[in-house]
């Protein structure tokens, strides 16, 4: 019944700036950590960034100073803004939002359908 539904990405050049949005919806009684991560071609899933519900913020060391992650509970939705792009960064981004639903009380992970994010010249 949960859904999580992204937005933002496409091609940029090296230096350029993205702002990638998730939005999660259904019978959600409460949201804890919310995170992104993102897959590379041949390459494992791993993780970009995460923020807790006290708003604690993690960061991978390949993305720390130039990505940001926020999120706004008001409209369940986690933010991701990447500035200072690379072409290592190209990738399918994908969000991730650990939830409690509201009828049944269960808690699991979510994940959205990715995004792809190009950067190149």
């Known amino acids: 019944q949960v859904q999580l539904v992204e937005s933002g990405g496409g091609l940029v050049q090296p230096g350029g700036s993205l702002r990638l949005s998730c939005a999660a919806s259904?019978?959600?009684?409460?949201?804890?950590?919310m995170g992104w991560y993102r897959q590379a071609p041949e390459k494992q899933r791993e993780l970009v960034a995460t923020?807790?519900?006290?708003?604690?913020?993690n960061y991978a060391d390949s993305v720390k100073g130039r990505f940001t992650i926020s999120r706004d509970n008001a409209k369940n939705t986690v933010y991701l803004q990447m500035n200072s792009l690379k072409p290592e960064d190209t990738a399918v981004y994908y969000c991730?939002?650990?939830?409690?639903?509201?009828?049944?009380?269960?808690?699991?992970?979510?994940w959205g359908q990715g995004t792809q994010v190009t950067v190149s010249s």
């Open positions: 991730t939002a650990d939830i409690l639903n509201y009828g049944t009380l269960d808690r699991q992970g979510y």
């Open positions: 259904g019978n959600i009684f409460n949201i804890y950590t």
């Open positions: 923020v807790t519900s006290r708003r604690t913020t």
